[in-house]
C-alpha cells in the first residue's frame, strides 16, 4: 500500500480497513507490548503504531486493549507516532503526536487537538486507524 492510498482512505475519513475485509498479519505476542507504551510494526511498506492499554478490571479483553493507527504523523511528516504519549480525553483512548503534540484518538483516529499546526505535504490531520485481533495470545493487525 502507497502513501497515497494511506491518504485516500484517510481523505475518506474511515478506518483503512474493516475487520470483515482485512487480511490478518501477526504482529507480535501481547506479552511483547508493554501497557501504556507504543512500538512500531512494519508490515511490507506499511508502518503500523500498536498501544497496548493497561488492563481495566471492568474490561472482559484479557491483557488490555490494543490499538493500530498508523506510524506516520501527519503533522511532522515523520513516522512517530509509536512513540506517542498515551492517554485519554473525555474516556476515550488516546495518544499524543511527540513532535508537536497533537492528540489523537486511539478509536478513530481523530485529530482531537491540532495545537495551531496544520499537516504537512497535504496529508489529512486524522490518522488511519486497523483492526486489532488478540488470538491465542498473538497480536494481529487487519490491513487492505
Not at 50 to 77: H, I, K, T
Not at 106 to 131: F, H, N, Q, R
Request: aromatic share 6%; with cysteine; charged share 20%.
Amino acid at each position: 500500500m502507497s502513501s497515497d492510498d494511506v491518504s485516500e482512505a484517510q481523505a475518506a475519513g474511515t478506518t483503512l480497513v474493516s475487520a470483515a475485509a482485512a487480511r490478518w498479519e501477526r504482529a507480535c505476542l501481547l506479552t511483547d507490548l508493554f501497557p501504556e507504551r507504543g512500538a512500531a510494526a512494519l508490515f511490507g511498506d506499511v508502518q503500523v503504531a500498536l498501544f497496548r492499554l493497561a488492563e481495566d478490571p471492568a474490561d472482559p479483553a484479557p491483557g488490555g486493549q490494543v490499538y493500530a493507527v498508523q506510524n506516520l504523523d501527519p503533522f511532522s511528516g515523520a513516522h512517530v507516532m509509536s512513540r506517542g504519549i498515551v492517554g485519554t480525553r473525555a474516556g476515550v483512548p488516546t495518544v499524543a503526536a511527540p513532535v508537536y503534540k497533537q492528540v489523537f484518538s486511539l478509536l478513530t483516529g481523530e485529530c482531537l487537538v491540532a495545537a495551531d499546526k496544520t499537516p504537512k505535504a497535504d496529508l489529512p490531520a486524522d490518522l488511519v486507524t486497523y483492526p486489532v485481533e488478540i488470538r491465542d495470545g498473538v497480536v494481529h493487525v487487519g490491513l487492505p
